[in-house]
């Protein structure tokens, strides 16, 4: 088999590999595709049809495995519950899946953000329910001098009670994964790749306040990166089949899930590479206001 490694045509990043069998991968092959990593950001295998053992050992060459629920290495993203029956409006897993529908960068809200994200599809609907990418390093590219200068000392407090309050969720401390009280985590806007040294936007959903900044404008100033940036070809749409993996690189590449009809199941498979200590890990605490987002913080 050899492996062949194609970029995807018109986009600013990410790549298809094919010849190729991850859940029997050699050296030599592991070292084409964590290249590919780094080159493209973003990598779509169609047909592995990984299992959950095969998928955490894919994940694993990546690095440690971030635990999000249950010890689980690798997480049913599904709006189907155990017992055959789909999640309503206010179930808590049904605010999870909604909230995952804006741009977000996974786990900007703990101390530790993730390395990279492995998603693979189990059951898609017939419309809707693809997964986006927004390539955050050709976001940076794209932005005028006068707003790289805006930013380039600016940081942001990520929150995911912020980010579910935005949608009108509120959830008290303890309810989860990631509903912590420890503190929002303040990331810089522009972050320098650990491996490539390219600049690159962290913002998203879960950024939600910049020190020394009005909370109003800070919000717009974040949601014009936004709209500015998440267009044409920074952005990949992924139009699920069944068996496909997806992996990005978390630390410049935002993603989220697009709309579809709750009455179809939508299952996939998920595994997150923890970040790397040294250059994932950001400061928490001291947002004396994020009490607001949070009922049950009053003893950060
Ligand atoms: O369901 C999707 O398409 C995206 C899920 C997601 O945000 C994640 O796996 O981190
Ligand atoms: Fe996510």
């Known amino acids: 088999m050899s492996v062949q490694v194609t970029a995807i045509a018109d986009k600013s990043f990410g790549a298809i590999i094919t010849g190729i069998d991850l ?81 977000h960068i996974d786990s900007t809200y ?25 390539d955050m390093r050709a976001g940076y590219d794209c932005l005028d001098e006068a707003t790289r200068a805006e930013i380039a000392k600016l940081s942001a407090y990520h929150s995911l009670y912020a980010s579910q309050a935005k949608l009108g969720y509120s959830v008290a401390t303890g309810a989860g994964y990631g509903y912590h009280n420890k503190g929002a985590p303040l990331r810089p806007l522009v972050k320098v790749h650990p491996v490539t ?5 962290c913002i998203g959903r879960h950024a939600y306040r910049i020190p ?14 936004l709209q500015r940036t998440c267009q044409g070809a920074r952005v990949y749409t992924h ?19 697009r709309p579809y ?18 250059t994932e890990l950001a400061a928490t605490g001291r947002d004396e206001r994020a009490s607001g987002f949070a009922p049950s913080c009053s003893n950060r």
């Open 23 to 103: 859940s029997e991968l050699d050296q030599a092959a592991w070292r084409v595709v964590e290249d590919a990593f780094h080159e493209f950001a973003a990598l779509v295998f169609p047909a592995q049809f990984l299992s959950e053992k095969a998928q955490v050992a894919f994940g694993l060459r990546f690095g440690e495995i971030e635990i999000l629920r249950e010890n689980a290495q690798a997480v049913r993203i599904s709006n189907k519950k155990p017992d055959g029956t789909l999640y309503q409006a206010g179930d808590f897993r049904f605010k999870t899946l909604r909230g995952n529908e804006g741009w």
């Open 110 to 134: 703990m101390p530790l953000a993730a390395k990279a994200g492995l998603l693979s599809a189990i059951a898609v609907p017939p419309v809707g329910g693809e997964t986006e990418l927004a």
């Open 197 to 201: 040294g390219r600049k690159a936007l």
């Open 212 to 225: 020394g900044m009005d909370d109003a404008k800070a919000q717009a100033l974040l949601d014009g990166l």
């Open 239 to 257: 139009h699920w089949t069944v068996g496909d993996l997806l992996v990005w690189d978390n630390r410049c590449v935002l993603h989220r899930a």
């Open 261 to 278: 009809d709750f009455n179809e199941v939508r299952v996939l498979q998920g595994t997150r590479i923890a970040g790397d200590p040294a």
